[in-house]
């Protein structure tokens, strides 16, 4: 059987440029690439050299609407895995956002949150 990896995951914020910087920010990425996308768009891949997210701005964005979990084929979270959870976390309360779910299981510590965009992130640490 063939392993397959996940190379990347694609959201349309309203500000690809602003989304993007803040991913760097947070957790130490790079910008990869960016250039104009599809109808008039900008995209930046904003990751490291193994697995990227790609944000996008369509010339004319839509209104989000409400995030619905137990919807089929809704996205619930992306999760990022830190090496100190601690760092993050300052890092994700100076942007203003708010940490909630703080929880310790197996196989490790984690927390979430949202950000402007109203998607979720989870931050975990398995050490």
């Not at 100076?94 to 989870?122: K, M, T």
């Amino acid at each position: 059987m063939t392993r397959s990896t996940l190379e990347h995951v694609n959201f349309t914020v309203p500000d690809a440029s602003s989304t993007a910087k803040w991913l760097c920010d947070v957790f130490g990425w790079k910008i990869r690439w960016q250039g104009p996308a599809q109808n008039g768009g900008l995209s930046i891949h904003v990751g490291t050299d193994d697995a990227y997210l790609a944000v996008y701005t369509p010339k004319e964005a839509r209104a989000r609407g409400t995030v619905e979990k137990n919807r089929i084929g809704n996205m619930n979270h992306v999760g990022v895995v830190v090496e100190d959870l601690e760092a993050v976390e300052a890092k994700v309360k100076a942007l203003g956002y708010v940490p909630y779910n703080h929880d310790d299981y197996e196989p490790g510590r984690r927390f979430y949150f949202d950000d402007e965009n109203g998607i979720e992130f989870e931050v975990v640490n398995y050490d």
